[in-house]
Structure formats: structure tokens, C-alpha cells
């Protein structure tokens, strides 16, 4: 007679089995601590790098393998990657017309961050660890706000996402005082994109281009990552799949083609918000899959087909653009319209850090054709990071190293699903597996609600989880599993 285990068993089930798991997890040491679904913490590192992704860098370039050593060639010869680095931290930062604006210290100030953190794990060399605290640390000890125009929130969204990926490097040095940061981070950055997502600085949701929402969500789900703030985290995936804005996956790739192009919005601006837009979304796509969230392939890879559009376009090939016509003003203020009829006119010289890692993922972990995105990628190689692309704040929108952070070798078949967070060595507490999360849809305040049910069963027997039988094992022996015939 086979027996049936009910949802509500199965839903107690998965807790002992997560106790059991805690229990042998335990004996491995103090720093192995477990942690189950309800912690609500993420894996860490798990920004735009994973420990195998910086073990990946670390052993290619000590093997001198190509591409990699192009791209750290690109990244030691940076004026910011040098471990005598010293930090300018302010009180506070201003960005935007009418106030003095010192923005461009915080942003070199970051980027040297990133950089030095990011050269002493390929490296090892301690001295660019210790660089990087200092620089997060000094800030983290002054900075109490963003100030300013409306730039203030680009400034928010733009540094706080770096600023969260910068110190997650470093989360486990033991001289960086991680409580401290995540505090800056919460009470200077996160409110500023969240009032951006909601409010649009009391604009028609309209009225800011697609790049302004997405630095928005780039900060609020990057802090979230950063600080085990479930709630945000969900604030920004519902935004991405259903924002009103213009930065929400459907609106800023408004129009999908049958021969697997797909509209991007700001080509009808210009070319390097364009290219500022890709690279962001596809920041926040590589953040989300490195927690288990495919947002790369939502909507029938929707993102791949916009890439496409805009790798063609900046390679100097001709698109098509259908007429989009977008509402501007302030809310019971002006009031206005503004139409794009083409996509603007394009430099094929000019290049952002933003290829590799588009470009590696869907060729390489997902196996798909991305014939734009890879030539385009080609052909920025090897990508360099801030202070490459020019002197102003256009030069530092993305970290970059693409070439040496992304480019990875093909997946093997069936690999091409997100990973599973793990907790790190330091014994940070990622989200166990659980069973498949139901649909999710966007609730009033900006989460996620349930609307369906995960195929738990199928779960069951994808982890292989011992702990998980013996959990089983147990509720059965005190009679709490249903019965069937």
C-alpha cells in the first residue's frame, strides 16, 4: 500500500528536515552555521560574483588562460585598482543642478573600491582587501545622505547598487564593519530608489526614461541581496516583471518582433542611454539569477531579444522603431507629450562594459543564439571598468571587467537553471532549497502574493536531501503523514 504524504505534512516536513540539516551542518564547525527558509537570508558572495566565479577568475588567470588575462591586464592597469588608494568620504553627496555637487568623489571612491576588492581575489594579494575596507569603511563612518536635483536619485540608484557590490567582496574581511555599511546602505540608499519606484519624484510614471527606473530597482535589489531584506528583494523582481514605470521589462522592451528582435525603448533617445539600460538590466538579471531568480529568461527571454536589438543597432546595422509616444509632467502640474518616431542616430565606436556578461549567459550557461551580442561582445574585449570610459559619471555607470568576471565555459546540458544559494565560508545563511515558489504577482505595497502551487513533489525528488527522508521518517512514526490507497 503506498502511502500519500499531505501538503500540510509535507509543508512539516521540510522544516524537520531543515532542522535535521541545521544539526548535522552544526558539527562541521562554528563558522558552517545553517539556516533554513525562514531566515530570509540570501547566499553570500551572490551580487554579480559567486565564490565559483571568483575561484573561476582566480584559477584561469594563475593559469594564464585567454581571455582572462587580458581582462585582469585591463583591470591592474587602472589608476584605481592600486592599493595605495586613500577614500575622500562626505558627509553628504550632491548630484544635480543648484547644489555644489561632489558626486564624482564618491564614484571614484567606489570604483576603487570594486576594483582593489576585486584584484586581491584574483590575486590574493591582502593589500587590496585591506584598501578596499578602508575606502567602504570611511565612508560607511560619514556618508548620511544623497542630495540634490532629481539626480539625486540617479545617484542613489547608480551608487548604491556599486556600493552594495563593492562590499560584498569584502563582506567576510574581518577589519570591515559590515553592520555599519548595511545601515548606510538602508537609511541612505535603499528609501531614495523605493520613493523612486513609488512616487517617481511626483512625476506621470512616465516622465523619466527607462534608465531611471532601472537604476531604482538596481539599488533596492542589490541592498536587499546585500542586507538579507527579503522584502525589498521582492519590491524590485514584482517591479521588474510588473513595474507602471518605464524601466519595468515590458515597457522598456515595448515591442517584440517575429524574426526575434525586440524593441528598446530609449533607442529612441540615444545611443548611450540605450546602452546604459541594457547594461543595467542586465546587472539586475546576473544579480537575481546568482539568488536562484531567472530574470533573464522571463517572458520568453524577453531581455536576449532586446539586447539583440541594440547590439545590432550599435554594430551600425539598420532596426526598426514603432512610434512611441510617452506622457511627461508633474502630477497635478505641467502636463505634456513626447514622441519618438525612429531610432536615433548611432556611433559604432562607442562601447560600454556591458557584453560579456549578457553575452556569456545566454551562449554559454543557456546554450542560445546571440549572434549581435556576441559579435558586439567580440568586439569590446577585453572590457576595462570605471575610469576606462572617459572622465564623467557616464565613464563609471557600470563596474565592468566583464571579460574577466563573466566569461565563463559552456554549461553542460541541463545546467542552465539558477543556482542554488549556498552559504559561504564565513558562514553567512543563505535560503535552503525549498519547494517551488508559486506564481508570484505584485500586492498593493509593492510585494509578491502567491497565486498558485509549486510541484512539490518534483521537488522532493530533485534535492536528493537525506535529512529531508529522515524528517519524513519521523513524522510517519508519529502518525502525522495522510493516508491513501
Request: with cysteine.
Amino acid at each position: 500500500m503506498t502511502r500519500h504524504i499531505s501538503r500540510r505534512g509535507m509543508l512539516k516536513a521540510t522544516g524537520v528536515a531543515a532542522g535535521v540539516i541545521g544539526m548535522g551542518t552544526a558539527l562541521q564547525g562554528p563558522t558552517a552555521t545553517a539556516a533554513t527558509a525562514a531566515d530570509g537570508a540570501f547566499a553570500h558572495p551572490g551580487l554579480l560574483h559567486t565564490r565559483a566565479d571568483l575561484d573561476r577568475m582566480a584559477a584561469k588567470v594563475k593559469a594564464g588562460a585567454e581571455p582572462y588575462t587580458a581582462g585582469y591586464a585591463k583591470l591592474t592597469a587602472n589608476r584605481h585598482a592600486q592599493s595605495g588608494w586613500k577614500a575622500n568620504p562626505q558627509a553628504i553627496v550632491y548630484r544635480g543642478s543648484g547644489s555644489p555637487q561632489n558626486y564624482s568623489i564618491l564614484y571614484n571612491d567606489i570604483h576603487a573600491a570594486y576594483q582593489n576588492a576585486l584584484r586581491a581575489h584574483v590575486s590574493g594579494d591582502s593589500a587590496h582587501a585591506d584598501t578596499a575596507v578602508a575606502i567602504l569603511n570611511a565612508w560607511s563612518a560619514e556618508l548620511t545622505s544623497v542630495q540634490g536635483s532629481a539626480d539625486r536619485f540617479l545617484a542613489a540608484g547608480l551608487y548604491g547598487y556599486q556600493f552594495a557590490n563593492a562590499a560584498e567582496l569584502v563582506r567576510d574581511h574581518p577589519g570591515f564593519e559590515l553592520a555599519r555599511f548595511q545601515k548606510m546602505l538602508r537609511e541612505v540608499f535603499l528609501p531614495l530608489g523605493d520613493d523612486f519606484l513609488k512616487n517617481h519624484n511626483n512625476a506621470v510614471v512616465t516622465n523619466y526614461w527607462t534608465n531611471w527606473d532601472l537604476t531604482a530597482m538596481a539599488c533596492v535589489l542589490a541592498v536587499g541581496i546585500f542586507c538579507d531584506d527579503r522584502a525589498a528583494v521582492e519590491r524590485a523582481v514584482a517591479y521588474f516583471k510588473h513595474g507602471e514605470g518605464l524601466g519595468s521589462v515590458k515597457n522598456a522592451i515595448p515591442v517584440v518582433r517575429e524574426d526575434g528582435l525586440a524593441e528598446w525603448l530609449e533607442a529612441g533617445r540615444d545611443q548611450g542611454h540605450a546602452l546604459l539600460g541594457v547594461g543595467l538590466m542586465g546587472t539586475f538579471c546576473e544579480m537575481a539569477w546568482n539568488q536562484g531568480i531567472d530574470l533573464y529568461g522571463h517572458d520568453d527571454n524577453r531581455f536576449l531579444k532586446g539586447a539583440q536589438y541594440v547590439a545590432k543597432w550599435c554594430l551600425g546595422e539598420e532596426v526598426p522603431y514603432t512610434a512611441n509616444t510617452r506622457k511627461k509632467g508633474a502630477i497635478g502640474g505641467w502636463s505634456g507629450t513626447e514622441t519618438a518616431t525612429e531610432a536615433a542616430a548611432v556611433d559604432p565606436a562607442m562601447t560600454r562594459p556591458i557584453w560579456a556578461m549578457i553575452a556569456n549567459h545566454y551562449t554559454k550557461r543557456r546554450g542560445l543564439d546571440a549572434s549581435y551580442v556576441t559579435r558586439i561582445a567580440a568586439k569590446s574585449a577585453p572590457e576595462g571598468g570605471g575610469g576606462d570610459y572617459g572622465p564623467n559619471s557616464g565613464g563609471y555607470d557600470q563596474l565592468g571587467y566583464g571579460t574577466l568576471t563573466f566569461t565563463r565555459d559552456r554549461a553542460s546540458r541541463g545546467t542552465s537553471s539558477p543556482p542554488t544559494p549556498t552559504a559561504s565560508a564565513s558562514g553567512a545563511q543563505p535560503t535552503r532549497p525549498g519547494p517551488p515558489s508559486p506564481t508570484p504577482t505584485p500586492t498593493p505595497d509593492g510585494g509578491l502574493a502567491a497565486t498558485g502551487t509549486g510541484d512539490t513533489a518534483g521537488w522532493i525528488a530533485a534535492t536528493g536531501i537525506t535529512a529531508l527522508a529522515g524528517g519524513l521518517l519521523l513524522l510517519r512514526r508519529r502518525g502525522r503523514t495522510g493516508g491513501g490507497a
